[in-house]
C-alpha cells in the first residue's frame, strides 16, 4: 500500500469506527423511554441555547464541556442515566466521560431526534 493511500485511509477508517463505536453504545428509543419511565435521570449535554430552544420533557442540561464539573448534579453514581444531544456524538463522548467518572449505568439514547 502508498503511503498516499495511507494518508487518506487511516483518517477515514478512525472516523468509520467512531462512527460504529457511537452506534454499538446507543440504546433505542424505546429502551430509553422504558428506562426514563422507571426512574433513569434524562440529561441533555447540548448547550444551554440549544436547550432553551426545546429538549425532551423531563431532561435536565448539562453541556458536555461542562459535564466534568457539574457531577454533582447528577444524583448517585448507582442510579441509571440517559444521555441525548442532537447528533449522537456529544451523548457518546458524555457516556465515556460518566463511565470514566465511575458512574455505572449510562444509557446514550444518542441524537434528540431518535425519541
Known sequence: M?????QWLIPVALVALFLLF???TQVS??????????????IDVRSAAEFASGHLPGAINVPVQELSARLDKLGPKDEPKVVYC???????????MLKGHGFARVFNL???SRS
Open 29 to 42: 428509543p424505546d429502551e430509553a423511554r422504558r428506562l426514563v419511565k422507571e426512574g433513569a435521570r434524562l
Open 22 to 24: 457511537k452506534r454499538l
Open 2 to 6: 502508498s503511503s498516499q493511500t495511507l
Open 86 to 96: 442532537a447528533s449522537g456524538t456529544r451523548s457518546a463522548v458524555a457516556r465515556s
Open 110 to 112: 444518542g441524537a434528540m
